[in-house]
């Protein structure tokens, strides 16, 4: 670790997969000055998202907006909600997320409003965070939580980069979908590293986390319980923008 600075530490898609989590944090070991960041969908598909919203919020975390939180606040702020976005999301992992509240016995509405105070982006000067990305074809303060929270290929498929001098880290996609990435690995492009690894797919099961200040990658897998920590170069492929979108499975 940098003598002269606390580590960032950025987590991915967690996805209800509270014990995984747990356990991954006891690797990193955050110190009291290090920073940590989620990237939102800490809800759904996996079987505690109760667990890990109350956790990430009673913790001096940070925490970006997900799809999967965006989708709840639009189904529970709308009652005009048309009843197939309520099947989308429930099929889509919410089912797992009304389960874990009710066997939790946790009241959801504190972690509702908490939600609805979670930022799109962080500037973190030389690192940039978001959950899916943005739309290089629209400026900046002209994008909206549609960009941040559900861009996939446009943004995977920027031939530069956004920004000159930040990387943009990211989840959402999972980075075996991306072409030639294999399960476990993250996935690198034109300015963006994403580190959605697919701690709920059966494909997969490894939940990532990034030490940006050592470039130091922590993995758990949810379903083995197997823990590794790899330098960046050994976790990472890097993906051809030209490739993007080529027979991928782009799921919610």
């Known amino acids: 670790m940098s003598a002269n600075s606390h580590r960032r530490i950025v987590i991915g898609d967690v996805h209800g997969h509270y014990e995984g989590l747990m356990t991954l944090l006891s690797a990193i070991a955050p110190m009291k000055e290090d920073q940590v960041y989620f990237l939102g969908d800490l809800i759904d598909r996996g079987p505690q998202s109760a667990q890990v919203v109350n956790f990430v919020k009673e913790s001096s975390y940070h925490c970006l907006l997900g799809n999967h939180e965006q989708m709840l606040l639009n189904i529970l702020t709308n009652p005009q909600i048309a009843a197939s976005i309520v099947q989308s999301w429930l ?47 629209i400026p900046l303060p002209e994008q909206t939580a549609e960009q941040f929270c559900w861009v996939r290929d446009k943004f995977h498929s920027m031939k530069a980069p956004y920004f000159p001098d930040k990387l943009i880290i990211v989840g959402h996609t999972i980075t075996f979908t991306l072409p030639d990435v294999v399960p476990g690995k993250l996935a690198q492009g034109k300015g963006w590293l994403d580190i959605d690894t697919g701690a709920y797919h059966p494909r997969s ?28 170069k050994e976790a990472v492929t890097k993906v051809e923008p030209t490739k993007i979108g080529i027979g991928r499975n782009r799921g919610r």
């Open 205 to 232: 099961g490894w939940l990532t986390a990034i030490d940006v200040t050592n470039w130091l990658v922590y993995q758990i897998n949810v379903v083995t319980r197997r823990l590794r920590t790899l330098p960046l």
């Open 91 to 137: 099929y889509s992992g919410g089912q797992a997320t009304v389960t874990s509240y009710q066997q939790a016995t946790i009241s959801p509405e504190e972690h509702l409003e908490w939600f609805k105070t979670l930022p799109t982006h962080l500037d973190l000067g030389d690192i940039w965070l978001t959950h899916a990305g943005v739309d290089p074809s």
